[in-house]
């Protein structure tokens, strides 16, 4: 949702309607879950996806034809073989996928306005398909009929605002992190240079003055030394949060790690530490490090709301 309604919003403002395409429930083995979300106008598929494969190929057909009659609608998409309207995919499932229209008027902008308020700043809620618009529902139990959950944005937070940063914050942005990048130097935390990110100027030893840590926070330390380094770990293992990962060789790591077990802190609370930050995938750059330091957020991201679901993480393959 975090690049569909931006999307559709741009085709709003440029007077053009515009078709979601959302899952709405979803049986057995699918390509993706309920929540999965497909922009689609008069050309084609703008943002998000529903799967890929034979699924998103006849969802846009329907969706074309639906936006060319101004019209909402629903179709079941089944994934058996030897079934009744196969598309040629064996996952086993099926998938429901419910149309909305959004006639290109201001009621319309409005509404779309409304809803990436909501993602951006990670307040929950439902999406309620149907009629002339959707309608937006609060709380955490699904209302009745066709919804759908409005993501609540795990935020990542990074600790020095440098080349490392300056690779990683659009690409947490893209993949659905809310990113914050918190800097001592006016001249890496300001927003020109992170337009995607809120930016905070502020002093490395005094962090819960400028902001509050969560438990479902991510923060990266990418300071640009060992002092600023350790200050930011002390304060980050005084609190309860979803991944802490820092950059630096074995070298640095251990010598912050024994200041922190000076400081009191166990082997314990060390072990909640992600470092050296990223996946071992023998990264060098800075861009390179960045895809490392995602992909790890991101698995630690998925094994999360896999322990809290209780059932495995979907499989984006049909």
């Not at 058996?80 to 196969?86: A, K, L, M, V």
């Not at 902001?211 to 991510?218: Q, S, T, V």
């Not at 293992?237 to 950059?247: D, R, W």
Request: charged fraction near 20%; include cysteine.
């Amino acid at each position: 949702m975090t690049t569909v309604f931006p999307a559709l919003i741009r085709e709003l403002r440029a007077g053009r309607s515009a078709m979601l395409a959302a899952i709405v429930s979803h049986e057995g083995s699918s390509p993706r879950e309920a929540g999965s979300v497909m922009l689609v106008g008069s050309s084609g598929r703008l943002a998000g996806t529903i799967g890929g494969g034979a699924v998103e190929q006849n969802a846009q057909a329907e969706a074309q034809r639906l936006l060319a009659s101004g019209t909402s609608g629903t179709h079941e998409y089944c994934l058996h073989q030897n079934r009744q309207e196969d598309i040629g995919m064996v996952c086993g499932g099926s998938v429901t996928v419910f149309f909305q229209y959004f006639s290109a008027q201001e009621a319309s902008l409005r509404l779309a306005e409304a809803v990436l308020r909501r993602i951006e700043t990670g307040q929950p809620g439902y999406m309620v398909l149907g009629g002339d618009l959707p309608t937006l529902a609060d709380g955490s139990a699904p209302p009745q009929g066709a919804a759908i959950p409005l993501p609540t944005l795990h935020r990542a937070i990074l600790f020095g605002g440098g080349h490392i940063a300056l690779a990683l914050a659009p690409l947490l942005n893209s993949v659905g992190f809310r990113v914050t990048v918190f800097d001592d130097r006016a001249e890496f935390s300001g927003p020109a240079r992170f337009p995607m990110a809120e930016t905070i100027h502020g002093d490395y030893e005094r962090i819960g003055d400028y902001l509050a840590l969560g438990p479902e926070d991510y923060v990266v330390v990418v300071t640009e030394g060992h002092r600023h380094d350790f200050a930011v770990e002390r304060q980050a293992l005084g609190h309860e949060l979803a991944y802490i990962g820092a950059i630096g060789s074995k070298t640095k790591t251990a010598a912050v790690n024994q200041r922190l077990l000076d400081c009191g802190f166990t082997q314990a609370d060390l072990e909640r530490l992600h470092a050296p930050i990223g996946l071992p995938i023998k990264s060098a750059t800075p861009e390179e490090i960045a895809v490392s330091i995602a992909a790890e957020m991101i698995l630690v991201r998925a094994e999360r709301r896999e322990r809290d679901s209780g059932a495995p993480c979907p499989m984006a393959e049909g």
